[in-house]
């Protein structure tokens, strides 16, 4: 019955939005609309309101929608959602000021020369304005006021000047910053955490285990993930488009003439240009650069973008006036001064140590305030300007509360769609699908293209990918990241501003191109265009290290990248480093054989045993490897024979959990039926006739399991368990002998600090034997604070502290004066071999240290270097098939 609901919901929501109901009060609108008529259909056939809920009832979904906006968007760890008006005030900003008109004009003039080049500059100004702005209305109005009728005054051909504008106008759906991905980000977020959960419970229920290895677990997405993995696919999408138009006018020059420059190239004709490209460049640096350095979050970029769309709003709305440039000057020399002040002074106010630390807070205080009078007389600037700012700032609330109600409903809908069991039929439907989870994919952009044609990107964002996005992200065969996912979706839902008949991009354009200009030319136009998105689709599946490569390489060498002992990254880092034990195997044994030939008798024995056995362990960390190699060999070959027995098998045990859970919910059922004034005889026969099929199913199920999967299994789990043990004895044995060299080191360098303790070291003795007890113990626990930071001073505190514990429990002076003669003694001995080892052992440990902290030591490194990290962002880049483990 339930079904019958889900189906009277998406009719009500197509019914509302196609009336043109506006979609803010559709959503929401049929998800109440629904589950009040299912709720008064359950009590007047029933006599229960919940009767017809595949579980829970009225109340409970009815609250769940506005419960989940609020778990979602009033968390203050969940800031995602931040950025929309940061970035919507930065495009309208820019848009008004008309940047856009100045990119415009000097782009053609310099592209027009070239085949195609109207349209070539017409591309290049799209992503320009997309990486700024965002905004798709405003830049296709823009070019169609200005470029489309330079273009057909210059006999290019109407349906590529059409698709050129339109196509270049959707680049701000994909290129960063975009409202889309950080929408996407927002729902793949909660989606992933869904994911995450139903593959834990999917390892726990086939293994036993209660605990998912780290490298199972489904990967999230932030909003710069999203602007990271989307860089490169806009990028390409761009020179996809360039590429086309100049195929086009090379083969068919009549299409796209070359435009030349009526005026000259001189020095004012570059001047212009270099006026009109460098602010524009300089903002999409400081918003993308300032995340992609990992300066700045999402939401600071978004306040460095609507700060600079102001400044230079500014200068552009008095153009040709005196001092029209004043604010942007003063505010980029702020900045320098701050950037160089940071650099050079330490500007951390509990931290001032000196006077040139306060010279370089008071000179940051002036360079802070400068930029805020920059800032300020932009402000000003734009608010006394044909009230610029006022239109902006109203524009901008309009934009951000449409967005926002959008997702309140559809927060509504889809705990509706949960409500009458609608996930789990998506869930069963796509599961169901042959072919795995390529095939679901498949089906799923499809749908997602289809729904472009009639739906807007919010509503597709915020409908349709919580409900198909946790489905797909849980399927361990694939093992996709959700920065991947968001970017697939992102790039497909872009097509929907080109995709007739309601595309936006297409409208957009049809109200400023001359009547000379047919709706069937625009149309033509987006073909062509809407083929090279596809494209671009392909390209970005077929190669998903495109996406996933630069948020991963920014992670890992950002300031708060994970160190290279993190779990997630081992099986990359390995991969990797026994690639340069083949390579160093000669230089890492001739290093640890240097080592053992020096004499080191004058070394302390325990220390002189610990050496010993760590350049043992680094002779024998080729075996480990050897064995690591050997074990994971005998796991893939294993796997290319069970993998088939084992998907089957699977898909079975899929069939039988879902028949099992049928059978419960029909006893349960019955149950109520049987509990009931009336109990319905009929219906609970035919129920019962129900259940005894499915148990008859079940039953044939699993004795359709072949009879050889249990050894099969349990010879896959040995051979996974031998690799797991080599790879743990391995990384033992690296981390073992390598905590040895640091050690040596960190205590022999430590030797001037031990030197620095003896005055006070000295002084204790007078002060146990004539001062008061407690100042005493005082002095001495001063002194055992300090030997605390500095390596392997035990020797020395251990017997300060009986000092101090003889003074406490006994107030016995001799004893204690004793204890500290030891330490004195102790700290000698101690001083003696450490400063001997400064001079014989330290350099040798260095040498030794500068061979193998690449490869043995590299698990020990507080980061990675560039080239590591590099290296294991392109590792994790690929997509890699965990479904054996579950």
């Known amino acids: ?91 309208i900003m820019l848009q008004r000021s008309r940047i856009a008109e100045d990119l415009l004009v000097s782009m053609a003039q310099l592209f027009g020369p070239v085949p195609g080049g109207l349209g070539i500059s017409v591309v290049f100004v799209g992503a320009l304005l997309a ?21 057909l005054r210059n006999n290019y051909s109407k349906p590529l000047a059409c698709g050129t504008i339109c196509a270049s106008g959707t680049l701000g759906q994909i290129i960063p910053p975009s409202i889309v991905l950080i929408i996407l980000a927002d729902q793949l977020s909660s989606a992933a955490d869904q994911a995450s959960t139903t593959r834990k419970a999917a390892y726990r229920t086939i293994t036993g285990e209660y605990s998912m290895p780290g490298n199972f677990d ?9 602007f990271m993995g989307a860089f490169i696919p806009g990028m390409i999408l761009v020179g996809l488009y360039m590429l086309y138009i100049l195929v086009t006018a090379l083969l068919k020059p009549e299409k796209a003439p070359p435009v030349p420059y009526e005026g000259k190239y001189d020095g004012r004709f570059f001047k212009s240009v270099f006026l009109a490209l460098t602010p524009p460049l300089l903002l999409i640096f400081a918003v993308l650069g300032s995340i992609i350095l990992g300066i700045a979050t999402v939401n600071q970029a978004g306040a460095i973008g609507a700060i600079g769309a102001l400044l230079m709003g500014s200068y552009r709305l008095t153009q040709g006036r005196r001092g029209s440039y004043a604010p942007a000057i003063l505010a980029l020399l702020s900045v320098v001064a701050l950037g160089f002040l940071v650099s050079h002074y330490n500007l951390n106010i509990k931290n001032i140590q000196s006077e040139a630390d306060r010279m370089g807070i008071r000179l940051a205080l002036i360079a802070t305030a400068g930029l ?76 997602i293209f289809l729904l472009g044609f009639f739906l807007d990107f919010i509503e597709i964002s915020v409908v349709v990918v919580p409900i198909v996005a946790p489905i797909l992200l849980a399927d361990p065969s694939a093992n996709i990241t959700a920065v991947w996912l968001g970017v697939m979706i992102g790039l497909n839902i872009q097509t929907s501003f080109l995709t007739p008949p309601f595309g936006f991009a ?69 991969q990797g480093v026994f690639e340069e034990y083949d390579d160093r195997r000669e230089d890492i044994l001739e290093a640890v054989k240097q080592m053992r030939g020096q004499d080191l008798s004058w070394l302390p024995e325990k220390y002189r045993q610990s050496l010993k056995e760590s350049l043992n362990g680094m002779e024998g960390v080729f075996e480990k490897v050897a064995a690591v190699r050997q074990a994971a060999k005998a796991v893939e070959d294993y796997a290319e024979s069970y993998r088939p027995l084992h998907d089957d098998v699977r898909r079975v045990q899929v069939d039988i959990r879902r028949l099992d859970r049928e059978i419960e919910d029909l006893g349960e059922d019955i149950d109520d039926l049987e509990d009931s004034d009336n109990p319905d005889t009929k219906r609970i026969d035919r129920l019962r006739s129900e259940m005894l099929e499915l148990k008859q199913q079940r039953d044939r199920l699993q004795q359709a399991i072949p009879a050889e999967w249990d050894d099969a299994l349990k010879q896959y789990k040995a051979l996974t368990a031998a690799e797991k043990k080599a790879r743990n004895q391995y990384r033992r044995q690296v981390d073992d002998s390598y905590q040895v060299i640091l050690d040596l080191r960190a205590m022999i360098e430590g030797a001037k600090t031990l030197q620095d303790v003896k005055p006070q070291l000295d002084a204790l003795f007078d002060s146990v034997t004539n ?34 514990r003889v003074l406490k429990k006994k107030q016995d002076r001799d004893a204690a004066a004793g204890w500290i003669r030891k330490a004195e003694a102790a700290l000698e001995q101690e001083l003696t071999w450490r400063k001997r080892g400064e001079e014989e052992l330290l350099p040798l440990l260095q040498r030794l240290d500068a061979v193998i902290a690449s490869n043995i030591g590299l698990r020990m490194q507080k980061r990675f270097s560039i080239d590591q990290a590099e290296a294991i962002a392109a590792c994790r880049s690929h997509h890699k098939d965990v479904s054996l483990a579950f």
């Open 131 to 151: 990486a700024t702005t965002g905004i798709v209305g405003a830049t296709v109005i823009a070019m169609g006021l200005i470029s489309l009728p330079a273009m």
């Open 218 to 226: 489904v990967v999230s997405a932030s909003a710069g993930d999203m």
């Open 372 to 447: 805020l009078t920059a800032v300020f007389w932009a402000i000003y600037r734009a608010w006394k300007i044909d009230n610029t700012l006022v239109d902006v700032m109203t524009d901008t609330a309009k934009t951000t509360s449409m967005v926002f109600i959008i997702l309140i409903g559809a927060a509504m809908l889809t705990a509706a769609f949960r409500a009458f069991g609608g996930e789990e039929l998506v869930k069963e439907y796509l599961t169901s699908l042959p072919g795995g989870f390529w095939t679901q994919f498949l089906v799923v952009m499809l749908v």
């Open 506 to 574: 297409l409208f957009y354009l049809r109200g400023v191109a001359p009547k000379s200009v047919r709706t069937t030319d625009i149309y033509k136009g987006a073909v062509a265009f809407i083929l090279l998105q596809l494209s671009g689709l392909g390209i970005a599946a077929a190669f998903p290290s495109l996406i996933n490569y630069l948020p991963n390489r920014v992670h890992l060498t950002s300031e708060t990248a994970p160190p290279p002992n993190n779990p997630r990254l081992q099986l990359c880092l390995e």
């Open 771 to 804: 001062a008061p007890i407690e100042e005493a113990m005082a002095a001495i626990k001063v002194v055992e604070s300090r030997l605390s930071g500095i390596k392997n001073a035990y020797p020395v505190k251990s017997k300060l502290s009986k000092a101090r």
């Open 1 to 91: 019955m339930e079904v019958y609901f889900l189906l009277l919901l998406i009719a009500l929501m197509i019914a509302a939005l196609s009336s043109g109901f506006p979609v803010a009060f559709a959503l929401p609108g049929s998800a109440i609309l629904t589950i009040f008529i299912a709720a008064a259909a359950g009590y007047l056939i029933t006599g229960n309101t919940d009767a017809f809920f595949a579980n829970g009832g009225p109340s409970q979904w009815l609250s769940a929608g506005v419960t989940n906006f609020r778990s979602l968007y009033w968390i203050v760890e969940r800031d995602t959602l931040i950025a929309i008006p940061l970035f919507i005030f930065m495009g």
